[in-house]
């Protein structure tokens, strides 16, 4: 029986974007091709909602994050990067990988970054080269509001870069308007498409960043300037993975026909009714509350409660929710409400969930599946 993936990635993939798929595999450098990878990308920026340069990598959406920091770094360069969660570590990770100086702003894991400390590292701070954040810190289901920093980081000269992996597509992003100089994605999530492919957007500042480095330019694979030079020809420079192509470019006609405003009232409405739910079982939720995301809600595990839940879900009701990373495995779980998940697996979720706490010898409160519905029938 398949599993209800109600992971923070991968996510339901809908079955449109399965099949297409199975169409044959066609020459990656044939106009045929050229021509449903360019209308990929034309698709991608619409959802990103931008007119910079946009691409599409062969990889997952750690290869954009990576590509973000080693096309605009040099050895020795500061890189602000917020820490609000193990995403937000990763970036620091990348920039000490490329022997740059990662400059920490890091905060508990589940709140969310302050504009005004971005701006009084800014301003003491010289020469920061870029800033770098994740928009939905999905570890904690906690999210940042990246137009605000954005409006701080845009006076100062460094580039802007945002990981929107579990947000573009779910949560609103506009990076033109957000002032988002590089920004990564991934297709496995909000998306909804299957895992293996990762898009990135580059501001003209970014490029002048870019071709200054020329010189000093570390990698190969993902060096921006030649996915530029290829995509003049409809292309990738290497071999992309065609058939996932196929599958991306459904996903994204499935994201813009149900509107980028539409789709983001939906995964509010998820959220919402996936946080009453829990709250009304007893469960404590673990995101601040200002800082909670709509595309995944984290929870404490009660008392004397561990993965063991996460066990029975998935052998005895076939449902995937995640746990926590790093310190907090063990601690929480996760429930991704993304891409085309709907009311009818919330309400799975959360029945089967008041199942498997009982079977723990959990003390139910209240009905979390007639909360929901109760605030799912008034959104
Ligand atoms: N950033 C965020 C916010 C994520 O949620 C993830 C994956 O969960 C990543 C980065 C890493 O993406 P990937 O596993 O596709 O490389």
């Known amino acids: 029986m398949d599993k209800l993936l109600m992971l923070p990635g991968p996510t339901i993939v809908p079955s449109e974007v399965l099949l297409a798929m199975a169409k044959p595999t066609i020459g990656h450098r044939s106009k045929e091709f050229g021509e449903i990878f360019y209308d990929t990308i034309e698709k991608l920026k619409k959802v990103f909602i931008t007119e910079n340069d946009t691409f599409i990598v062969t990889g997952s959406g750690t290869a954009t994050m990576d590509m973000a920091i080693s096309n605009i770094i040099k050895k020795g360069d500061k890189v602000l990067t917020i820490i609000t969660g193990n995403f ?193 079982m007893g469960i404590e939720l673990f995101a601040k509350e200002e800082a909670r995301s709509i595309t995944v809600t984290s929870a404490k595990y009660p008392n004397g409660i561990d993965d063991k839940l996460r066990e029975i879900m998935n052998k005895k009701y076939n449902i995937v929710i995640a746990g926590g990373q790093k310190h907090l495995s063990g601690k929480i779980f996760r429930i991704g409400h993304m891409g085309i998940c709907g009311e009818k697996e919330i309400l799975a979720t959360l029945s089967c969930l008041e199942l498997a706490l009982k079977e723990l010898g959990f003390n139910i409160e209240g009905s979390g599946v007639e909360k929901a519905k109760e605030i799912l029938s008034k959104l």
């Open 88 to 280: 937000g570590e990763r970036f620091a990770n990348i920039v000490e990988s490329y022997k740059g100086k990662a400059i920490k702003l890091e905060y508990e894991w589940g709140d969310l970054a302050k504009p005004e400390d971005v701006k009084e590292i800014l301003d003491k701070e010289e020469d920061i080269k870029a800033v770098t954040i994740v928009h939905n810190e999905t570890s904690t289901g906690a999210r940042n509001y990246i137009d605000k920093i954005g409006k701080v980081v845009k006076d100062y000269d460094a580039l802007y870069i945002v990981d929107t992996i579990s947000s573009l597509g779910g949560d609103y992003v506009n990076v033109d308007k957000f002032h988002i100089d590089i920004c990564v994605t991934g297709s496995q999530k909000c998306l909804a498409a299957p895992p293996g492919l990762a898009g990135i957007t580059v501001s003209e500042k970014a490029w002048e960043v870019i071709n200054k480095n020329e010189n000093e330019k570390v990698g190969f694979y993902l060096d921006l300037k030649a996915y530029k030079k290829y995509l003049e020809k409809k292309q990738n420079p290497y071999t992309p993975a065609v058939n996932l192509i196929y599958a991306l470019n459904k996903a994204l006609e499935l994201v813009l026909e149900e509107g980028i405003e539409n789709r983001v009232k939906r995964h509010e409405r998820l959220a919402k009714a996936t946080r009453a739910g829990l709250e009304e």
